[in-house]
């Protein structure tokens, strides 16, 4: 039996596990990581907490891109603590104003064959490259920079053949949304997509890295593609070709399941309010009028995608209704349309600029007017995530963006009507890009290392540390949701927020305030043990809990507001790692249907939880809901290492701080 890529470079990286047992916990050696700043600030006070003097893999890079608006000292302390951490430790550092991490890694270190994780859900980005690159928590990347290995269940390896080429305007983000349309954003779980097929030849590297950069919204553990004579010719046209290797499927590969999609036949799509998976033609959704148009995101913000838009909008000016903004992925990209006219023409049109950073995808900026309709080229378009909660966020291409952006309203580039008499100006792509890394910088040799300071501002805060496992856990139902929650519910985001993400106590007082304002008093509340011995508390959740971004924050602040465990009928993949890292207990309904046994305020209790997840039997864990008086099964299903790690109250407990 031959090899998927996926199995070739999982084969050449495993340490640890049997990856012929699907599902099986494996361990992966880790050439390269990224963090950036938003999750980097954790993620390296867990590795200085590790001792470990210099990081271990063969290239670690610490980017700044999502809190770059400096309202306030925090932010530009934070960049400054990542500068002088990652300096001393070994690690490249990309300066704010660099661009998007995924774009520059992609762009500059990316190496096809290679293992990649980065503190970031879109990660898989790297996956346009040939690599397996996977999203993971801060303490996960802090982990493998240490040199250890990074666990995942064996997954399933998903063939997506791409037959025929896509019509013109119709572009790489409606290959992907149709993806999502027939999988939805819980049809990745456990699995990696790999696309293959005569298609794959007609899409260029950045383009291939759009598909495997939302891949992540399927809740794929990762998305990857061949690399071939194209990456190679990317490579290249990077000045590094030396990186390239040739990577494909053996012929004789077998594969868990295969979808077909005939690229010739897709329209332009979207993905309406207020998730990835709804997706319909922008036909059906029809003509509807818009206020705002977002372009750039580590989705769409590479040159040719920037080009794209210039050429639409070259000539033509934004409508009067509509506010656009455009935000190239680097800098690389950035200089190269300053240099050949491009950004004019898209500033001529009444374009804003705005700098070369993650912006209004994570809502730093440019939040909508009001129930505002606004067309982005993210990923993302969960409820208040663009920082007003009544704004309805469609998900389209850049074609499809800049194109609605003159006219006012939603617009079908393939279809006449809608351009009227307007020219597109292609503006030609060139064939080497323009190499200035002045904005990445080396780390000190490792003897100027030793000495270096690390510089912490008053808003990087201590990590909280669970306590090992009790025996008994007490506590109310603090909390019940439904499907589908995201971290953006658990721990919001914005301009606001995101300047806290180094001050656990002060980030807490957000947690789950999108559900619920009252939580995090009700849980601090809640923490105090009462007269009958109620201490902390439960999370009731339905499927596919915690979608979404890799933010460690979503079990940092319950952690620290006394969360004990989160009882759902599914999670997804990287937020229940990082529940299990941090020490919260992760348990599924055995029945789904005895989430409707739970109510918010109900009295629960667990009895020898820590004896069951103890001798592996999880399967015999038993939730009374004594407000009720009736019994409900649990499941929780854990890996030895897991076990250890709930047991001691986490990874960092077990490790005691030190090494791996
Ligand atoms: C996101 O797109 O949600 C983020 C912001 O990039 C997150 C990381 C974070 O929360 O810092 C992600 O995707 O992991
Ligand atoms: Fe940044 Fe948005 Fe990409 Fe997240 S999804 S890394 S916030 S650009």
């Known amino acids: 039996m031959g090899f998927t890529i996926t199995e070739k470079i999982i084969k050449s990286h495993l340490t640890d596990g049997d990856m012929n047992i699907k599902g099986s916990e494996i ?76 774009q520059i890694h992609l762009e500059r270190f990316g190496k096809p064959g290679k293992t990649l994780i980065g503190s970031d859900s879109h990660t898989p980005t790297g996956g346009g490259l040939g690599m397996l690159a996977i999203g993971a928590g801060g303490l996960d990347v802090a982990v493998a920079m240490g040199g250890g290995a990074y666990y995942i269940s064996m997954p399933e390896i998903v063939n997506i053949k791409l037959t025929g080429g896509l019509k013109p305007f119709v572009s790489a983000k409606d290959v992907i949304l149709e993806v999502l349309r027939i999988l939805s954003v819980k049809g990745g779980v456990g699995k990696v997509m790999e696309y293959s097929g005569d298609g794959v030849k007609t899409l260029s590297v950045p383009e291939r890295a759009t598909i495997t950069n939302m891949g992540a919204e399927l809740g794929a553990t990762s998305s990857i593609f061949p690399s071939d004579e194209i990456t190679r010719k990317f490579l290249k046209a990077q000045g590094r070709e030396e990186d390239y290797v040739p990577l494909e499927p053996d012929k004789n590969a077998v594969y868990d399941a295969l979808i077909e999609i005939d690229l010739s036949k897709l329209e332009p799509m979207a993905a309406c309010p207020h998730s990835p998976d709804n997706v319909k033609t922008i036909e059906e959704i029809g003509k509807i ?146 190499i200035n890394d002045n904005m990445i910088i080396e780390p000190l040799d490792e003897k100027a290392a030793k000495t270096a300071e690390i510089k912490r501002g008053p808003n990087i805060n201590e990590f909280p540390k669970n306590t090992p496992l009790e025996d008994v856990i007490r506590a109310y139902a603090l909390l019940k949701v439904g499907d589908n929650i995201t ?170 701080g030190e090494g791996l």
């Open 27 to 102: 361990g992966l050696k880790i050439d390269q990581t990224l963090t950036q700043d938003a999750t980097g600030t954790m993620a390296y006070l867990q590795f200085e907490a590790m001792g470990v003097p210099r990081v271990k893999t063969e290239r670690s890079v610490a980017y700044i891109d999502h809190n770059t608006l400096q309202t306030g000292f925090e932010n530009a302390d934070d960049h400054r603590y990542i500068q002088s951490v990652a300096g001393k430790y070994g690690v490249w550092f990309s300066r704010p104003g660099n661009g998007i991490c995924h």
């Open 487 to 656: 971290t953006d519910h658990i721990m919001p985001a914005g301009a606001k927020i995101l300047p806290l993400r180094s001050n656990i106590p002060a980030i807490s007082e957000y947690c789950f305030t999108v559900c619920d304002e009252t939580f995090p008093k009700r849980a601090k509340d809640a923490k105090t043990p009462d007269k009958e011995g109620r201490a902390g508390g439960i999370i009731i959740g339905g499927a596919n809990y915690g979608q979404g971004s890799s933010r460690e924050h979503a079990a940092l602040a319950p952690l620290y507001l006394g969360i004990k465990a989160v009882i759902c009928k599914s999670f997804a993949r990287i937020h229940r790692q990082n529940l299990i890292n941090n020490g919260i207990i992760p348990l599924l309904f055995k029945n789904s249907e005895d989430y409707d046994k739970i109510s918010q305020g109900d009295d629960l209790e667990i009895l020898s939880i820590g004896d069951c997840i103890k001798n592996q039997n999880s399967a015999a864990i038993i939730i009374s809901n004594l407000t009720k008086g009736i019994d409900i099964h649990a499941d929780g299903a854990f890996s030895e290492r897991e076990t250890e790690m709930l047991l001691a109250g986490g990874l960092l407990n077990l490790t005691g």
């Open 289 to 434: 009028k818009i206020d705002q148009v977002c372009i750039g995101s580590c989705t769409n913000s590479s040159l040719s995608d920037m080009l794209t838009v210039a050429g639409i909008l070259n000539g033509n000016d934004v409508h009067p209704n509509v506010d656009l903004s455009i935000a190239p992925g680097s800098k690389q990209v950035f200089e190269m349309l300053a240099g050949n006219g491009a950004l004019a023409d898209m500033i001529e049109s009444g374009a804003r600029i705005l700098e070369a950073a993650c912006g209004p995808c994570i809502g730093m900026g440019q939040s909508p007017n009001s129930g505002g309709v606004s067309l982005r080229t993210f990923n993302r378009n969960f409820e208040g995530r663009s920082g007003t909660k009544d704004a309805q966020v469609y998900l389209v291409s850049p074609e499809t963006a800049a194109l609605s952006a003159i006219n006012g309203y939603l617009s079908n580039p393939t279809d006449k009507t809608d351009w009227g008499n307007k020219q597109v100006y292609k503006v030609p792509h060139p064939e080497k890009f323009l």
